[in-house]
């Protein structure tokens, strides 16, 4: 029985920490087998465990205590080293730097739960809008779902605070079924959220408002609950306040508020033409809680069941053959909800740039801590040989190591923090605001201090128990730097260094290629001069027209702007022109009953009034721009034929040589005919895509898009057609909104804006690569160099000339950089083509980089270039070594 | 070694005070504290052996004991034995704390007095 006791007691005494053994060890030993008897008899079981009990205790203590007394002494090797120091604060500060604003920026978006909900991971949502009607039947389901809620997301309202004068404010907000809350499982704050059983057609309307919104535009008003505000000109009462952090389900951008689809149609126009009873309006998103066991897979397969049997008892909806899923699901638990197959696709760049980016910095920092570690062999060896342990020495030099990237994580959380402010500032289309999310956080600096950690220990621990494999006798023997390792050709530090000049680079050419492709030469040549040319949004339904009545103002509004003086051209469309977006969302099909396989092509649609190319300045290729007749078209009448135009690309893809003018193509549901041709035209980011434009008509009028009418002004300048407009709009209805205001310059900086930060984010960890290489190759030479000055100066002493030497310094870093550059160019283009290979996303950013000679030749000569700059200084100071100095030394 | 310094000193940890009162009389080896310390306290107090030599490890490091040099008659030594002693330090840090707690004891015994009559 004693006997296990004692093994224990011996392993756990054998546990203590090198230098308490050697003092006491023996004699703790020897006490506690002495005591062993004695404690059984006089206290049992209980006495025994005590004992142990004391060890076990004791054990961390004694760790701690070691640890403490390192940490000085860390700081201490540091300071007399301070060029190490500052480099190595500077890289894992960098490194960690960058990496914690790409957490923050987009890990986090993409990863974190939304605030304030329950279970989000039981959360889930379709790929692609549904109808109220199917939705309605989605949320009979009750043994695959534990609630179905459905929701619009990114809809603007005009708001009027009680109490505010002057013109109301856009605000970001959803339409949501007042289940949504419910499906969430979310509290209020504040008041009530909305519920099924209040919130009722034909009730007050209601509106839960976000904390965000609360505090910052309601001074956090405890009195909110039962306020009424100005929704779109329709009074709205206040019922709740969200939890913090919450700000909307299915969004990327932040709403702050929760308009209940049981509202009327004049206070939200998304609710117009009847879409709730409508089974083809696809306006909805989803939102659904998974029942307790049911996967998401289970859920998909029968709502695709359940989808098929909807479709086909829809008469007028056109037979679809295709075998492919009608519903796609996707976790709905995050902001940033992605597809099931491309999350981790996505997941997985991230993760691997921020470890390459971490790897690059603690690489760096392990090529210094082993050319570190080759000068300090003697101090090594002598500590080695009075009787510290290897265990004790590694234990010491990674305690510097950690030490070393702490201060870098400080560094780094402060240029994250820098970062973040610079992000924060930088505006989106349609004055969106950024996710307050993406603020670096009390996570952000775990995160970083926990990199700091890892990092301290991984860049350290190689090159310590390197330098620590020492044999004592001959490093004391011979002098510091007498063993020339420089030589090893396969050595661990050439390996290091290798590797990290092979990660730079792949580094420095996928991020060059992501920065090509989303920069894309950037500029949009127009043929007219852009500083005439401004863009106002107008929405008289959301000021609380109804919808006859702003047809009526539509209809007098072109006649008052061409008697305008200072509005020399202008068009109404439904979007800005230049505006970025994806051709995949209307299909046409070219109507042609004789061919076997109708051509068919995806296409970005846009909507254009009267005289949208001329205020371009944009000649029609063929066939005619949109006219007055042509607004009046009905496009909800199925039988009706829809004038469109095509650009080049899209007519190309369509019709091959032929323009097509006259043809006719169908859509889902309609059939147009194409009446013209225009050239294609470059969007604000640089992006050419097959567009088919559609007449602006009355029901675009009467049920605004989202963002409004845009006018597109020119003037003698863009001042001058702003000020046209808001002029004539005033002589019409001086209560109308007139919003986002801006100059065509204006808006492409403002689209730039948010290329900008990926630009920045993906330039900066090329630069950040680049520099933390060149450092360490510079540092690596200059102690290669300071280890070899005494064989420097025999061969000096022997007649060596100074270019000799200097080949001799140098050689030794170009076979590395050489080695590396190649490695890092095959590992970025495998790389690249990889992922272009599985996220067509990718491609499209990775096929101009990766044909960008500029970019496949520049990248490497730059970096090798750079490389062997950094080897050349400290090489050059070999030259300058003074044979007898050098001789003498040691 | 200042005045201060022995203040900054106390009041001692209970197993310290024992250690070295231990100490006072004679030089010992571990063990033989823990024994001393056993049979003073009629085992009340028990020094538990990783206890013992933390505290005697942290006690060499702020000097208020000392390695002894000087070993016993070669047939008691056991070679492994460390012996230890109080430092100058700790003879008066050991003064320091008994006069402490003879104040208190005669604090205690005033008011007791008080208290029973």
Redesign the interface.
Known sequence: MTSTWQRVYRRL?AAFPHE?KL??G???L???E??IDEVAK?HGALGLM??IA??A???P??YL?EMRRDLPYAARALVKSPAYAVVGIVSIGLGIGLTTNLYTSTWVLLTRPLAGVQDANRLVTGETPASYPYIERYREQKDLFAGVAAVETMLEFNVGLPGQSGKPERVFGQLVSPDYFSVLGMEAQRGRLLSADLDKTGSTPTVVISDRYWRSRMNADPEVIGETVKLNGQNATIVGVTPRKFDGALSPNPSELFVPITVPATLAPELGNDVLHQRNAKDFQLLMRLAPGVTMETAESALDGITRRLDKDDPTATPQASKAKRVVLMGAGTHLPLPREFRPKVLGFYVALMVIVTAIACLNLATMALARGAGRRRELAIRLGVGASRFRLVRQMVTEGILLSLLGGAAGLAMAYGLAALTAHVRLPAGSPLAPDRAVDWHAALFAFALAVACGIGFSILPALHATKTDVAPALKEGAASQLSGHRRFGLRNLAMGAQVSGSLLLLLVTGFLVLGIWRGNSVQTNFDQKTMAFLFIDPVRDGYTPEKAQAFFAQLPDRLRSSPDVTSFALAAQPPYLPGDDDDFHLRVDDPKAATPVEKSVLKQTAGTGYFAVLGEPVLAGREFAEQDQRVDVEASAVVVPLVLNEKAAHALFGKGNGIGKHLRGDRQTYEVVGVVPDMKDATGMTQAIAYLPLTQRDFARPPGSGITIIARGHSAADAMGGVRTVVASLDPNLTLFDVQSLSEYFELIRGQMRVALRLFGGIGLFGLILSAVGLAGVTGYAVAQRRKEIGIRMALGARRTQVLGLVLREGAVLVGAGSVIGFLGAVALAKAMSAIASEFADAFAVGTNDPRLLIGAPVLLAGLALLACYIPARRATEIDPLQALRQD | MTEAHVQSLIPLKTQWFHIMLSLAGEEQ???GI?QEVLQRTT?KVRL???????S???MIEVELIEESSERPAPEEDDA???YYRLTELGRRVLDAECERLQELVRAIQTKRALVTE
């Open positions: 005494a308490f003092a006491y023996d004699e703790m020897q006490a506690g002495d005591a006089r005590r004992l004391d060890l205790m004791r054990l203590v004694e205590n | 080896h571990g063990y823990m085992g538990w052996p990783a206890t013992l030599y933390g005697i490890k942290r492994r034995r460390r």
